[in-house]
């Protein structure tokens, strides 16, 4: 019968708090009681739960319903040895790394002692136990366990403050939209509105002036000009506000965006949509971010890419829509322009949206955004 180990006591080692309070968990395997429960009388005063199982099977059982810091494991056990019990934690994926101590009262040979390795030990204890060296090592792995918690904690934390940021800003994108909206509408009902009734009533001073007032009637003829072009600013800002066009789909609204493009920039400007379907099935959200993405791509490459041909594709692939922007421009050849904040920008608001983005540029080759979101 095996006896209780000996114990030469010593100097007490520190024991750190655990980062969120919840004391680490030490599992003590061993067929013989008395043994236990010196075992457990070392490490009783380290803050540390302390879980007891006198057999392989039984210590397979507790890992099923906690995880361990460290795990103490006699090597002599009737039934189930303390190297097939080892084999058998290493083998659950859960319990694959947690670190393994065995215990045992005689000094087993070499080979014995790399079959213990082997079994995923990652150190021996042999009688007579020194308390101070058994606390020493089990603080090491309870350290480990705490800074492995603390870091899972710290990643926890760390993607619950990067969800909320995405909420806030889908919620800022949401509100200016809004915001969009409602001074389009006002610009239009008002403004717009106001300079309508304006132009009807100075269209009909100089219809009725005529050669009676030739002055009077240049004067009108100015008005009417001006007035004209204050018109038509005021549709320009309304619809980069919220094009009205947009109602209608956003195949339609893209193919408007790329007319006024053309116009503007003398760039060839083409697209195609192979599937008309994803209209019922894109909300107002989705479509008003890519048509955004639209106007921020055209206008980036008017500025930067020195192209002459623009085409846009939009289709879907079962419930996918897929958006791409294609230009023969120079191309992105500073990688800073990859990670721009436009770009990352981009990215971001259809990553809020559960899609994907991606750039595929190279020097002299052009440039092309493909997007894909999940449709409704």
């Known amino acids: 019968m095996k006896q209780p180990p000996v114990f030469k006591e010593s100097a007490q080692v520190r024991h750190p708090a655990p980062p969120d309070g919840v004391p680490a968990s030490v599992l003590l395997v061993d067929d013989n009681p008395a043994k236990l429960t010196a075992l457990a009388a070392v490490i009783t005063d380290m803050g540390l739960d302390v879980a007891t199982a006198n057999s392989g099977r039984e210590a397979l059982r507790l890992l099923l319903q906690r ?61 007579p136990i020194v308390a101070e060296v058994l606390r020493a090592k089990i603080q090491v792995f309870v350290d480990l366990f705490y800074l492995q918690r603390k870091l899972t904690i710290q990643a926890e934390e760390l993607l619950q403050s990067k969800r909320q940021l995405r909420e806030l800003a889908s919620y800022q994108e949401h509100i200016k939209e809004e915001e969009r909206k409602r001074i389009a509408r006002d610009i239009h009902d008002e403004l717009g509105q106001s300079l309508l009734a304006l132009r009807i009533d100075v269209s009909m001073l100089q219809a009725r002036t005529g050669t009676l007032h030739p002055r009077l009637n240049e004067k009108a003829s100015d008005a009417l000009n001006h007035l004209d072009t204050a018109i038509r600013s005021v549709r320009s800002i309304i619809n980069d506000l919220r094009p009205p066009v947009l109602d209608l789909g956003l195949q339609a609204a893209i193919e408007w965006q790329l007319e006024e493009f053309r116009q503007r920039s003398a760039i060839d400007c083409t697209m195609s949509a192979k599937d008309e379907n994803f209209r019922c099935d894109l909300n107002e959200k989705s479509a008003t971010t890519l048509f955004r993405i639209v106007q921020e791509s055209l206008s980036n490459i008017a500025r930067h890419a020195q192209a002459t041909q623009v085409h846009i594709e939009l289709y879907r692939e079962g419930r996918q829509l897929y958006l791409q922007i294609k230009d023969n421009g120079v191309g992105m050849t500073d990688r800073k322009k990859l990670n721009s904040f436009g770009l990352v920008g981009m990215k971001e608001r259809i990553s809020m949206l559960g899609g994907e983005f991606s750039i595929d540029s190279a020097p002299d080759k052009g440039t092309r955004l493909t997007i894909s979101l999940p449709l409704d």
């Open 67 to 127: 995880d361990f810091a460290v795990i103490l494991l006699d090597v002599k056990m009737p039934a189930m040895d303390g190297f097939e019990t080892a084999a058998l934690i290493h083998g659950r994926p859960k319990s694959a790394h947690t670190p393994i101590i065995f215990v045992t009262a005689e000094a087993d040979t070499d080979s014995e002692r790399f079959r213990g390795y082997t079994s995923g030990a990652v150190d021996y204890i042999f009688s």
